[in-house]
């Protein structure tokens, strides 16, 4: 996994000290499985083609590195012109037909992308610095909070699964902002899909169906009507965040808002 600055992601640690370097580990960006008909969906793909054990989900980082992204205390954030795309096909994607719909990995191909490692803002915590090694010299450099001196890294993760996480890590209401940009992404991958999008045999619906709470009727009817009301901003307070445990043990943020629009 190459970098574009002189370090690994594997390189950076919590610690300045040789001998408090944690192992390295393999992170998975997203690991929740109820929503993938809604990913699969908006992202162009066909039912049960998202692979989550896919390496295009993880990166390897050390464990001190991994708990803090799992927090969503740090965040993987793709270049502006990632997300550009990103959007792009997001807002065709929703207002084409099912089989107008552009496929992620034709608008964004599998291959090396561009990442900062910023703090979160929606859990934040200890303001602490990061260290990356440099194992030939044994020494460390030091990166401050909030890391803006830290170089991008080139990595093999693919966009749309860091977008997944880092809008369940970062907030702004700098509408300019790459960050603002994530959030109107994660909100349109929330939108209606064709009820018969992912069905199954004698009409049944996988675990990903639209029964699950995310999915709900009036949750769909309420974000149809944020983007009939032109997108307008949610303050912090209107957005909250619940622990969801899916079928594999491991938890994951879902979001609820409050059913009220700045300004409405």
Same mark, same amino acid.
């Given at each position: ?9 594997? +390189? ?13 580990? =393999? ?12 990913? !699969? ?31 969503? *205390?740090? +965040? ?11 959007? !792009? ?6 207002? @084409?037909?099912?089989? =107008?719909?552009?496929? @992620? ?5 599998? &291959?090396? %992308? ?21 194992? &030939?010299?044994?020494?460390? !450099? ?15 993760? %693919? ?66 009507? @944020?983007?009939? *009301? ?12 619940? !622990? ?11 979001? &609820? ?8």
């Amino acid at each position: 996994m190459s970098s574009s600055s002189l370090h690994s992601l594997t +390189s950076l640690s919590t610690s300045p000290n040789v001998d408090n370097l944690q192992t390295v580990e =393999e992170f998975y960006l997203s690991r929740i499985k109820t929503h993938r008909l809604f990913h !699969e969906f908006h992202w162009g793909l066909q039912p049960r083609e998202l692979d989550l054990d896919s390496h295009l989900n993880r990166v390897s980082v050390r464990s001190d590195i991994a708990g803090l992204l799992s927090v969503k *205390a740090l +965040s993987l954030i793709p270049s502006e012109e990632t997300l550009s795309s990103m959007w !792009e096909l997001a807002k065709h994607n929703q207002r @084409c037909s099912i089989d =107008e719909r552009w496929r @992620c990995f034709d608008v964004l191909p599998i &291959q090396s %992308y561009q990442y900062k490692l910023v703090p979160g803002s929606r859990n934040k915590c200890t303001e602490i610095p990061l260290f990356a090694f440099d194992p &030939q010299t044994s020494s460390f !450099e030091q990166f401050s909070y909030p890391y803006d001196d830290l170089p991008a890294f080139t990595l093999d993760l %693919y966009p749309f699964h860091s977008v997944i996480h880092s809008s369940k890590a970062v907030w702004t209401n700098d509408r300019s902002s790459p960050l603002y940009t994530i959030f109107n992404i994660s909100i349109s991958w929330m939108g209606n899909k064709p009820a018969s999008f992912g069905q199954i045999a004698a009409g049944q619906l996988d675990t990903d169906s639209d029964s699950d709470s995310w999915s709900s009727n009036a949750n769909r009817d309420f974000l149809v009507a @944020c983007h009939a *009301a032109g997108r307008k901003a949610f303050t912090g307070s209107n957005i909250r965040y619940i !622990e969801r445990s899916d079928d594999s043990g491991s938890s994951d943020s879902a979001l &609820q808002m409050d059913k009220k629009l700045v300004g409405t």
